[in-house]
């Protein structure tokens, strides 16, 4: 019997669960899907989606189930080829899906995603809003990255960081990240290594000791899945890594077994809808570096951000695009929308606002951001 651990606590009443199945949990070596494995996952699934517990599947595996009816032996390595795999594997692994969960009783559908859908504001409340839509009539929503269409701008990099993506964007009660071992382990003064039953937030250390880069088949490891994990953690929802090949396993974490490694945090930010999205589905257009007195303003006063405070300007973008704003010491700290462009804002930096028409030639706004449109981040 499992123990239950008082930490895992936070897992019960969990009614929307994001869970992502990476690709070596569901593909062999040889690249073939792994239908015993696929038919254990979906059958647990469905029994939770029967108890009334939406859930939501991230799924690897087109690229793979692509090489496998291609006959290619490697991981092609040119976009192309990867990208005509995924067109030919996506159907398939679908029709997987489909059929077993059919079997359990359970109706699916289909989202492909790239992060552009998930950084313009209004593709962005579309897919949220036709995923709760599933989810009220009880359909299974499959998730993967759109690899036949994505390039490196709007990739999310790994299905890890699109599951958390997901799991942000519902929000999501809890998010599991399956994978073929048992959990982060941490190693032990004789060689061996031990695996870690929770993390109460993610240092650099921890990173240091993830090991893994992914296999062939597969482009995440630990360290992504780490990553990952913190950014859902941070905002109030506990994530568990653990071994997509244990028996029953989703059901079992949310149960409150002691398998896997669960990640929370120490404290997390009560950020709505919109904050989530500018803090977690941007890739900022530029950079802001501010000055200590305009820090303090920002993270103990909440105020907005003055162009008098901004020391230099990188970048080069147009008003209302999303910029990353630094302390002087380099360290990331907000993001926001600017209500000026690059070469405006090049102009006011470090002037009072008084002199700002004189400046610009007009009037404009008092802030370089407003205090509405800006997130503090964790360093």
């Known amino acids: 019997m499992q123990t239950k651990l008082q930490q895992r606590d936070v897992l019960h009443g969990a009614r929307k669960v994001v869970v992502k199945i990476g690709s070596r949990v569901l593909v062999q070596r040889n690249g073939r899907p792994d239908l015993r494995r696929l038919r254990e996952l979906t059958r647990d699934l469905a029994q ?19 090489m496998q009816a291609l006959g290619m032996q490697r991981r092609p390595t040119e976009i192309a080829e990867l990208q005509m795999a995924a067109a030919v594997g996506q159907s398939r692994l679908m029709a997987i899906y489909a059929e077993l969960f059919e079997k359990g009783r359970c109706c699916i559908g289909q989202m492909l995603l790239t992060h552009a859908d998930l950084k313009d504001r209004a593709r962005h409340l579309n897919a949220r809003n036709t995923l709760l839509a599933m989810l009220a009539r009880g359909i299974i929503p499959i998730i993967n990255e759109n690899d036949v269409v994505a390039v490196e701008e709007i990739k999310f990099g790994d299905n890890d960081v699109l599951a958390a993506l997901v799991a942000l964007l519902v929000p999501a009660d809890v998010l599991v990240l399956l994978t073929t071992v048992d ?3 941490a190693p032990l003064a004789n060689g061996r290594t031990q695996r870690v039953k929770c993390l109460n937030g993610l240092s650099d250390e921890t990173l240091a000791l993830a090991k893994g880069k992914g296999s062939e088949l597969s482009t995440g ?9 913190d950014m859902v953690a941070q905002v109030g929802a506990p994530v568990v890594i653990a071994n997509g090949r244990a028996p029953r396993i989703v059901s079992r974490i949310l149960a409150g077994a002691d398998v896997g490694t669960l990640l929370t945090a120490p404290t997390h930010a009560d950020r709505g809808a919109f904050k989530r999205w500018l803090a977690y589905f941007q890739k900022p257009a530029g950079v802001l570096t501010i000055d200590d007195g305009a820090l303090r303003a920002l993270e103990q006063k909440g105020s907005s951000l003055l ?18 704003i630094h302390a002087l010491d380099g360290r990331l700290a907000a993001r926001g929308l600017v209500e000026y462009g690059s070469a405006d804002l090049r ?33």
């Not at 490891?221 to 994990?229: Q, T």
């Not at 162009?307 to 990353?324: H, Y």
């Open 221 to 229: 490891g630990m360290a992504s899945k780490l990553r990952a994990a």
């Open 183 to 185: 959990g982060f382990r």
């Open 307 to 324: 162009p008098i405070g901004i020391r230099t300007v990188a970048g080069d973008f147009e008003a209302e695009s999303v910029v990353d």
């Open 48 to 66: 939770l989606r029967r108890q009334g517990i939406d859930v939501i599947v991230v799924s690897s595996g087109a690229i793979g189930s692509g």
């Open 347 to 379: 102009k006011i930096a470090g002037h009072h606002t008084a002199e700002l028409a004189a400046l610009l030639g007009g009037e404009g706004p008092a802030e370089a951001v407003h205090r509405d449109k800006l997130v503090l981040l964790k360093a």
